[in-house]
């Protein structure tokens, strides 16, 4: 997957999606679909951001950013990511957990908390 | 860091540390104190589970889930935990974001949406 490096987040709330995944061995297209999946997120209504990262033991975590549990809706029902979703579950991951969660409060290193 | 794993978590609500975080380079005792503060996070009252990794290029994402803020805030000031933070600051992150979310719904691979 690509380097995400830090979102950069407006003042709270708002919403979460919190994806956590152990990957299959392989690569099997992966990382593409990865990249592009990060690409795809960017355009739809309401992101604001991701971050993303994945340990060499195939553990990994993104953080999706949204503004509203409805664009987060959008994004899960968006066609080209429900395909990527199913390639997921057949191939790419031996098991993930997805939490939808409301960002209350934020702070960052040398910036006080705001929310 | 230990590897952490999947969480298994109760059914939402319930609360997440989202801690994004660029380690600077070299060890400097960082891991001992990462295994550390897993081992004493799991004695916290109120505490449900962690899931952790960083990918090659020190980008981290650890998710710290609790029963409440009220507990998050505990374990804020936890007098050791307050002394890992310190070194954080001084030696071990180059930059890190902290977020605090209300987990309102939550599924797995295999399982259906709760909360």
Do not use: C
Request: aromatic share 12%; net charge negative.
């Amino acid at each position: 997957m690509s380097a995400t490096g830090f979102a950069q987040l407006p003042e709270p709330p708002y919403y979460a999606v919190i994806f956590s995944s152990q990957r299959t061995p392989g690569d099997n297209g992966y990382d593409e679909m990865a990249d592009r999946m990060v690409d795809l997120a960017h355009t739809q209504p309401g992101f604001l951001g991701i971050e993303s990262t994945r340990g060499e033991d195939g553990f990994g975590i993104t953080v999706a950013y949204f503004d509203s549990t409805e664009n987060i809706a959008k994004w899960k029902a968006n066609a080209e990511h429900r395909q990527a979703q199913a390639m997921g579950h057949r191939m790419w991951y031996q098991h993930f957990e997805l939490r939808i969660a409301k960002v209350e409060r934020a702070y960052g290193m040398g910036r006080p908390a705001a929310g």
